[in-house]
């Protein structure tokens, strides 16, 4: 079981030289460990110290991460590596987050470690780090792509990283190479210079896995007989889909195979496709076919149409490529070459050497950064292959749904997985819901979609619940409802759900009969539509389903994003517990630990420095794993078990059985509106708590005694226990059934049931099911062992006082939902309970100049709030000026919309906003009495006037009350909040923040009584974060102007 604890840094010695040398306030650095010598540190002086180490790290944790994007160059621009190249060029002058105070760039970052210009470019950095001359751009990427390889096939990144570091950086380095992927790189360039015949090498010779690696997948296995022919007529019609194939000659070749007899048909092993690679998703099928038919000139148009030709220079890759094979060296071992490094360690660069000098000052410190490099690296890969693979299913399931792709299906793992999805396309439901809503000028309509193809989930909230009530009018009414009645059940839902209501414009105009076919029932809804594929029964939310599909597909199409280390706001944590050797972290005692960090020395160059630092970690001690290797892990709930030493959890130990400290690792952290900066650690402890398990745990007893899925050799979900009535492979079978089990025949089992809730958090009851008819048992559950089964709901019977008994049903309260507590040593409901604390005078006069300022008027104000402070608590007069601003904002939405449509080049517009929208709805007397009368150009412009007016007044309200509403919401209890602009998005349109960093109250305010951790409590933030947002994406409209 893994912990982390956190401790924060006091005070730090620095180790004595036996030499004392001081320049500028800092001792000169020694490797050298001595006996009690340490000289105090002054604050500022030893934060400037971990500051700068910290710093450090960060950048070579860029550099290592530049380095081996360096190498990427000369590979194909789908590979992983390609892309995150892409993707740090973005981040080399800016970096790619929108941050608070300005952040340090990638180029920022290292231009000072490489001795580069300010103006130097993203590849003057990689020109410097890999130098073309030395490692040719051919040899660099064989050597990056094998390490995305490696990187997918090991499980361990930290140890990977220890081993493969020096072979790229430490020119000592006496470890093995490989020369396995040199071959296969000659044989897949060969390949390529055949087909475009370059080289005079047979195409027979070559096969699958001379492009692509062996499949590991435990379901994929080579192909022979019948299946090697199905894979290549599949092949085939692949390539006619494809258009590489005429479909006279795919006919041709589907004959040719269908008559060659099964023992005449090349083996296909198991290959990976290589995804969206052409290379591999085409090339590979047509050098197959050819292989089984002969390469004729029809296959031979596939194979250079998927496969590229080299680059001009090709001869060059080719004789190093053989010359690399010849040698049976390893390309990494090439690219070294000479100078005995593909690129010089961090701490081999100018600021820790003289020049000249190649090998690392503090290796540890560069495998350390090599490691994170890596998992930046990776990761990247990870979400790149998940991001492929998501796009290529969404892409083909849109498809489907349009109308293209017929032979598409929906993939699932088991039955229950099964879904139907319908096609849209020929619906004419469908076609005249896209015209409802290309015709509406609701805001998705002006954000430069290419193609609208549904509505969006959030405009559908609540049209379900509409549709039914529709329906049943419809049939009630015998088919003429009228249009009025319709939209009463709009005005009705919108009352009940003002907070969550979808699109009310969309709602209304499927009111109208011409749009009733839309959303009615489909009296032929099993009607089959071009062959197996059935229209949908609600269009309007398969639409929906549809617009997501293309939304998502819209986003996929990004590259994965890729944020540089940086020390506050993208910051990779030192764990000084991973350096080896001579530097490694020790464990003086509670609250000291000695470390090593990177300080200049006398010649004014970095180098490891000993540093003794003292922490303060109160946790550690509240549970006792404080006292080094003799720590037992007992928090204070754990000791009321009452365990004996020896079957308390303590630290685990390795594999030579030695005890395990907890790590150590270091966390710089800001705090404050000031961002005042702190030093912590963090230890990460691995507690061994088997005895612990074995002495209150019951996991053996249940082990294989349950009806489970499975999902990569994993349990995914546990359904329910296992009854001797049922099937079971012998590899599930357990050796004893629980029925069998004589401590449970004797006394049963208990089973403790938990209901979550939303008026509070969770309901429980405690089951008891016995081999016997229990007293008070209510439900037989089953037979199993020749016996039958009851359940009773558990009682605790205390024989010392037989009229007392604690029922096993009960609620989990959390704070804020009347929980009950103990205060001052006697057991009682909490203070604030659910309805949180009491308003005073103050508040509610200041809950009633908000009300008035977002409703405009006064007396609504107390209708919403009361005639006094006792009326509502504090949270409750919150909850309604959430909601207030809530209606605000759609106010200003629909204001906003006005201002411009009013404009005269909007003016078919005017009759339904004059007549529909502002005389049924007028807000204020004067636009009624306008919007009543004519529809012409003098009344369009003077209710525009009025209503770009109302709307920027209203525009500051809401800026006014969102610091205001904020500062009561979440009250801060040092700061308050502040509503600012904050740059602008990639439209130059502004954007707005609210921050955490205005000037302290005068009064401290009132933190509790907000209602804790209470679902009313988390539903009041969720709604005031959404109207923040929301406010955000308004203000970067401008009044009048059509976004």
């Known amino acids: 079981m893994n912990r982390i604890y956190q401790g924060r840094i006091t005070a730090v010695q620095m180790a004595k030289p036996i030499v004392r040398e001081e320049l500028n306030g800092f001792l000169k650095a020694t490797k050298k460990k001595t006996q009690g010598n340490w000289q105090n540190l002054e604050k500022e002086k030893w934060e400037n110290l971990l500051w700068q180490h910290h710093e450090l790290f960060q950048d070579a944790v860029n550099y290592y991460t530049l380095a081996l994007g360096a190498l990427g160059e000369g590979l194909p621009d789908s590979h992983p590596l390609q892309k995150l190249r892409a993707r740090m060029q973005e981040a080399w002058d800016v970096f790619p987050k929108r941050t608070v105070t300005p952040a340090i760039s990638l180029g920022n970052s290292l231009r000072k470690h490489l001795g580069l210009k300010a103006t130097a470019t993203f590849d003057d950095a990689c020109r410097k780090i890999v130098p073309p001359d030395i490692v040719e751009k051919e040899l660099a990427a064989q050597v990056a792509d094998f390490l995305s390889v490696d990187l997918t096939k090991t499980s361990d990144l930290s140890e990977y990283g220890r081993s493969a570091a020096p072979r790229y950086i430490n020119p000592d380095y006496k470890g093995n190479f490989r020369d396995e992927f040199a071959r296969k790189t000659l044989e897949a360039l060969e390949l390529r210079l055949a087909v475009h015949d370059l080289v005079p090498r047979n195409l027979a010779d070559f096969g699958a896995l001379s492009l692509a690696t062996a499949s590991q997948r435990e379901n994929r296995n080579d192909k022979t007989g019948e299946d090697a022919r199905k894979a290549l007529i599949g092949f085939v019609k692949k390539l006619a889909m494809a258009g590489m194939l005429s479909e006279p000659k795919a006919k041709e070749l589907t004959n040719q195979l269908k008559q060659l007899k099964a023992e005449k048909i090349h083996q296909i092993p198991a290959y990976e496709a290589g995804g969206d690679s052409k290379e591999k998703s085409l090339g590979i099928p047509a050098l197959l076919i050819g292989k089984q038919l002969g390469f004729d000139l029809a296959i031979k148009r596939c194979l250079t149409a998927s496969i590229p030709k080299p680059a001009e220079n090709w001869q060059n890759g080719l004789n190093q490529a053989r010359e690399t094979v010849k040698k049976g060296a390893d390309p990494l071992l090439t690219a070294r070459g000479n100078q005995g490094y593909v690129f010089l360690a961090f701490t081999a660069l100018p600021t820790w050497k003289e020049g000249g000098e190649t090998k690392p000052t503090w290796i540890e410190f560069d495998i350390a950064a090599f490691k994170e490099a890596l998992v930046t690296i990776n990761q990247f890969n990870e979400k ?28 699932t793992q088991s039955e229950e997985d099964e879904r139907e999805v319908p096609v849209l396309a020929g619906d004419p439901r469908y076609e005249k819901l896209l015209d409802i809503l290309e015709q509406m000028d609701d805001e998705r309509a002006v954000q430069d979609k290419t193609k609208i193809v549904g509505p969006t989930q959030a405009a559908l909230r609540g049209f379900g619940k509409l549709r039914s009530t529709w329906i049943d009018l419809h049939r009630e009414k015998l088919g003429q409802p009228g249009e009025t009645l319709l939209q009463q059940a709009v005005t009705n839902l919108q009352r009940e759900h003002k907070l969550d209501m979808g699109h009310t414009d969309l709602f209304l105009r499927l009111c109208t009969q011409e749009n009733w076919t839309v959303w009615l029932e489909d009296e032929d809804q099993n009607v089959e539509i071009e062959g197996s594929t059935k229209r949908a029964r609600n269009v309007v939310c398969a639409a929906a389903v549809a617009q997501e599909l293309a939304d998502e597909l819209e986003r996929l199409q990004e590259a994965i994003r890729y944020t540089p280390a940086e020390p506050q706001f993208s910051r990779r944590l030192y764990m000084f517990s991973d350096i ?196 008070d048992w209510f439900v037989r559950i089953g037979e199993a062992g020749g016996k039958s089964w009851y359940t009773r709901i558990w009682k605790h019977e205390n024989p010392a006082r037989p009229n007392e008994k604690v029922s096993g049903i009960g609620s989990l309260r959390l704070p804020g939902e009347d929980a009950k507590v103990f205060y001052k040593g006697k057991a009682g409901r909490e203070l604030s309970g659910k309805k949180g604390r009491l308003a005073d005078a103050d508040d509610y006069e200041e809950a009633i100049e908000l009300a008035e300022k977002l409703l405009h008027s006064d007396e609504k104000a107390k209708a919403w709030l009361g005639d006094s402070c006792s009326e509502n608590s504090f949270p409750e007069q919150n909850d309604k000026l959430v909601r207030l601003f809530l209606g605000a904002l759609s106010r200003y939405r629909t204001w906003h919309r006005w201002s411009w449509q009013l404009q005269p080049k909007h003016s078919d517009c005017w009759e339904r906003i004059f007549k529909k929208e502002i005389a049924k709805i007028p807000y204020f007397r004067e636009w009624g009495k306008l919007a009543e ?84 409590r988390i539903e009041q933030l969720e709604i005031f974060r959404r109207g923040i947002l929301s406010l955000n994406r308004l203000m970067r409209h401008q009044s009048g102007v059509k976004p």
Not at 384 to 411: D, H, I, Q, Y
């Open 580 to 775: 080896k050797n001579k530097e490694s972290v020790s464990h003086i005692g509670y609250g000291n630990v000695d470390v090593y960090v990177a300080a200049h020395n006398e010649q004014g160059k970095l180098a490891p420095c000993r540093l003794r630092l003292n922490y303060a970690a109160p946790r550690m001690v509240r549970d006792q794993l404080a006292d080094g290797a003799a720590s037992k892990w007992l928090q204070p709930m754990m000791a009321a078990l009452g365990l004996q030493p020896e079957e308390q959890p303590q630290f685990a130990r390795d594999s030579k059985g030695r005890t395990k400290p907890p790590a150590v690792e270091l966390m710089p952290d800001w705090v404050g509106r000031k961002r005042f900066l702190h030093f912590l650690l963090n230890f990460p402890v691995d507690i061994d708590t088997e005895k612990l398990t074995q002495r209150i745990g019951k996991s053996s007893r249940w082990a294989k005694q349950m009806n489970a899925a499975w999902e990569k050799n994993k349990i995914k979900q546990r359904f329910h226990v296992m009854w001797d009535n049922m099937e079971v492979k012998d590899t599930q079978k357990p050796n004893q059934w629980w029925w069998d089990n004589p401590e449970i025949q004797r006394d049963g089992f208990t089973c403790l049931a938990i209901d979550l809730g939303q008026r509070r958090a969770a309901d429980f009851a405690l089951l008891h099911t016995a081999a016997s008819e229990l007293k």
């Open 933 to 1016: 009368a004519e529809v012409i150009a003098t009344n369009a412009a003077a209710l525009q006037a009025k209503v770009a007016k109302e709307a920027n007044e209203l525009r500051q309200r809401l800026e006014q009350a969102v610091e205001r509403l904020a500062n009561r919401v979440v009250p801060l209890r040092d700061n308050t909040w502040r509503w600012i602009a904050f740059g602008t998005d990639p439209r130059g349109k502004p954007l707005h923040q609210l921050a955490a960093d205005g000037e302290k109250q005068e009064e401290r305010p009132w933190l509790r009584g907000q209602r804790g951790l209470s679902l009313n």
């Open 384 to 411: 790149t292959k998940e991001r492929e693979e998501r796009k290529t299913a969404v892409s083909a399931e849109l498809e489907f749904m349009l109308g293209g792709n017929t032979n598409w299906s929906p993939k």
